[in-house]
């Protein structure tokens, strides 16, 4: 059964500075893994979506990473600003149309 | 291009009591999916829509239940409310099915008393 962990479940760091944020799933026989952000009391927006074939996708500030043999992403965040503050969330799916396996998120606060 | 929309924002409702949640996906999107998300347990996927038929299933009781129309638009159902279901209901449409892109709603926020 596929698990998703995000570490930390929380995180504080002052306007400007570069972070990363991790993602760890147990099965990596994974089709695609997909980075959303989540506002307070609103619906998830889908950020990026790498495929298994792929190690990489960057949208602007964003980039992240897939290692698949050793079951982990990362999403980089660049300069980071008091507006990219929100909980992301990292999703797996595995072969075919199989639902999306989430992890918990990562509550991320950018302090100006 | 409208987002995926969904009614009511809001909801409160009794124990006991059945209430239906609408979504309306993106234009041109044909699969829908329903997630309940709570503090403790996360987002939990409950079911997957496509033309009008159930294609994928969490593992709820058979008081989720959910239907999709010919316009792709879809409902979810929960019958005999418990307090353990006040939670957020997410929807979440895709072009043909759960390895596209999702883009997801707002949120219906239940509250059972």
């Known amino acids: 059964k596929q698990e998703v962990t995000q570490i930390p479940a929380a995180l504080s760091v002052p306007e400007g500075e570069n972070l990363v944020l991790n993602c760890s799933f147990t099965?990596?026989?994974?089709?695609?893994l997909q980075w959303f952000r989540q506002d307070p009391g609103k619906g998830l927006t889908s950020l990026l979506l790498?495929?298994?074939?792929?190690r990489e996708q960057t949208s602007g500030r964003l980039n992240a990473s897939l290692d698949k043999s050793s079951g982990r992403s990362t999403l980089y965040i660049a300069a980071s600003q008091p507006g990219d503050s929100a909980t992301y969330l990292c999703a797996v799916s595995n072969s075919g149309n199989t639902p999306l396996v989430f992890g918990k998120g990562t509550r991320l606060s950018v302090i100006a | 291009k409208a987002g995926v929309t969904q009614t009511p924002r809001y909801l409160i409702k009794t124990r006991g009591q059945q209430v239906t949640l609408s979504c309306s996906p993106i234009?041109?999107?044909?699969?829908v999916s329903w997630y309940q998300q709570t503090p403790g347990q996360g987002l939990q996927f409950l079911f997957e829509y496509f033309s009008e038929t159930q294609r994928n299933k969490g593992n709820f009781p058979g008081r989720f239940s959910g239907r999709q129309f010919s316009n792709s638009r879809s409902e979810m159902n929960v019958s005999t409310l418990e307090l353990g279901d006040s939670a957020l209901y997410l929807c979440?449409?895709?072009?043909?099915?759960?390895?596209?892109?999702?883009?997801f709603g707002p949120g219906t926020r239940l509250t059972v008393l």
């Open positions: 790498i495929q298994s074939s792929q």
């Open positions: 234009s041109g999107h044909r699969s």
């Open positions: 979440a449409s895709s072009l043909t099915d759960l390895t596209d892109t999702q883009y």
């Open positions: 099965d990596s026989a994974i089709y695609n």
